[in-house]
């Protein structure tokens, strides 16, 4: 098992990022300003908190989450279906 921090920063990053520009774009009311932040500022900000927090708790996610790769593995040779042996049965075991 493995932690991977880096995944986590980038994921953080990206999902932080992309809710607080939607929050940012969607809570201002675009009039511009020195205290009013147009729509594109208010996105710009929210990229930049959201990104950051995110950043940090994708990091810290990461580092404690441990996961596992499974491959599919391939036999070297066919698989047999399983005789019947027992009650009932005709064959005799092997």
Not at 52 to 68: D, E, F, N, P, Y
Not at 73 to 86: A, C, F, I, K, N
């Amino acid at each position: 098992m493995k932690a991977d921090p880096g995944r986590g920063a980038w994921m953080g990053a990206l999902i932080g990022g992309g809710t607080f520009v939607v929050l940012g774009v969607l809570t201002c009311d675009g009039r511009g300003g020195l205290y009013d932040p147009s729509r594109g500022e208010c996105a710009q900000y929210g990229a930049l908190i959201g990104g950051a927090a995110g950043t940090l708790i994708g990091l810290l996610m990461g580092s404690l989450v441990k996961t596992q790769r499974w491959e599919e593995v391939r036999p070297d040779r066919p698989l047999r279906q399983p005789e019947s042996v027992g009650r009932g049965s005709n064959r005799k075991a092997p």
